[in-house]
C-alpha cells in the first residue's frame, strides 16, 4: 500500500493490497481473534463464556464487511502511518465493539498469560487511539505485528509449563 500510494507500484496494486489488509483487519479478525481463545479454553463452561465474543465478532465483521461493499474504502498517506477511510456510520460504537470482541475473549480467558496479553492490547488502544485518530487502524495492526512475533518467539524459545506441551527442542522441529 505504502508503494501504491507513493506511486512505486500500480495503484491497481496498491488497491488489491489495501482491500487484502482491510478484509483481514476489519472481517477475519474480529471473528478469528475470539475463535483462537475460544478453542484454547478447556471446559464448557469457559467456553460458553467466551462464546458471545465470536458471534459480537461474527455481526462487526459482517457490519464492517458491508459498510466496505457499499462505500469503497480508500487509504491515504499520514504522517508515519496510513490512514484508512471507510465511510463508515456509527463509527465510534462500531470500533467500540470490534474492540469489545477482539479484547474481551481474552480478558474472559482462563489462561493468564491470555488474559495480561488482553490487558496490553487495551493499553495499546488507548495509547494509540490518542496518538493518532486517523492512524488508529494502522497503528494497531503494526502493534499487532510486533506482538505476534514477540508470541511466536515465545511459543519457540519458551519453556511450556503444560506438560502435555511438546518440548522446546520439539517445537523447534515442528
Same mark, same amino acid.
Not at 87 to 93: A, T
Not at 118 to 141: E, K, M, P, Q, Y
Not at 151 to 164: Q, S, V
Given at each position: 500500500?505504502?508503494?501504491?500510494?507513493?506511486?512505486?507500484?500500480?495503484? /491497481?496494486?496498491?488497491?488489491?493490497?489495501?482491500?487484502?489488509?482491510?478484509?483481514?483487519?476489519?472481517?477475519?479478525? #474480529?471473528?478469528?481473534?475470539?475463535?483462537?481463545?475460544?478453542?484454547? !479454553?478447556? /471446559? #464448557?463452561?469457559?467456553?460458553?463464556?467466551?462464546?458471545?465474543?465470536?458471534?459480537?465478532?461474527?455481526?462487526? $465483521?459482517?457490519?464492517?464487511?458491508?459498510?466496505?461493499?457499499? /462505500?469503497? #474504502?480508500?487509504?491515504?498517506?499520514? !504522517?508515519?502511518?496510513?490512514?484508512?477511510?471507510?465511510?463508515?456510520?456509527?463509527?465510534?460504537?462500531?470500533?467500540?465493539?470490534?474492540?469489545?470482541?477482539?479484547?474481551?475473549?481474552?480478558?474472559?480467558?482462563?489462561?493468564?498469560?491470555?488474559?495480561?496479553?488482553?490487558?496490553?492490547?487495551?493499553?495499546?488502544?488507548?495509547?494509540?487511539?490518542?496518538?493518532?485518530?486517523?492512524?488508529? /487502524?494502522?497503528?494497531?495492526?503494526?502493534? $499487532?505485528?510486533?506482538?505476534?512475533?514477540?508470541?511466536?518467539?515465545?511459543?519457540?524459545?519458551?519453556?511450556?509449563?503444560? #506438560?502435555?506441551?511438546? $518440548?522446546?527442542?520439539?517445537?523447534?522441529?515442528?
Amino acid at each position: 500500500m505504502w508503494w501504491g500510494l507513493q506511486g512505486k507500484v500500480s495503484p /491497481t496494486i496498491g488497491n488489491v493490497a489495501m482491500w487484502a489488509y482491510l478484509l483481514f483487519a476489519m472481517v477475519a479478525l #474480529p471473528v478469528i481473534g475470539p475463535l483462537l481463545v475460544l478453542g484454547l !479454553e478447556r /471446559t #464448557p463452561a469457559r467456553r460458553w463464556r467466551i462464546a458471545p465474543f465470536v458471534v459480537l465478532g461474527v455481526v462487526i $465483521a459482517g457490519i464492517l464487511f458491508v459498510t466496505m461493499l457499499r /462505500t469503497h #474504502p480508500t487509504v491515504h498517506l499520514g !504522517e508515519h502511518h496510513l490512514a484508512y477511510a471507510l465511510g463508515l456510520r456509527y463509527g465510534i460504537p462500531v470500533v467500540g465493539l470490534y474492540v469489545v470482541a477482539t479484547c474481551g475473549s481474552m480478558l474472559a480467558s482462563g489462561f493468564r498469560h491470555v488474559f495480561w496479553f488482553g490487558v496490553s492490547n487495551l493499553v495499546a488502544i488507548a495509547v494509540l487511539a490518542r496518538l493518532s485518530a486517523d492512524g488508529f /487502524t494502522s497503528l494497531w495492526c503494526s502493534y $499487532a505485528a510486533l506482538s505476534s512475533g514477540a508470541i511466536a518467539l515465545w511459543l519457540r524459545l519458551g519453556h511450556p509449563a503444560d #506438560p502435555t506441551l511438546p $518440548a522446546p527442542a520439539d517445537r523447534a522441529l515442528a
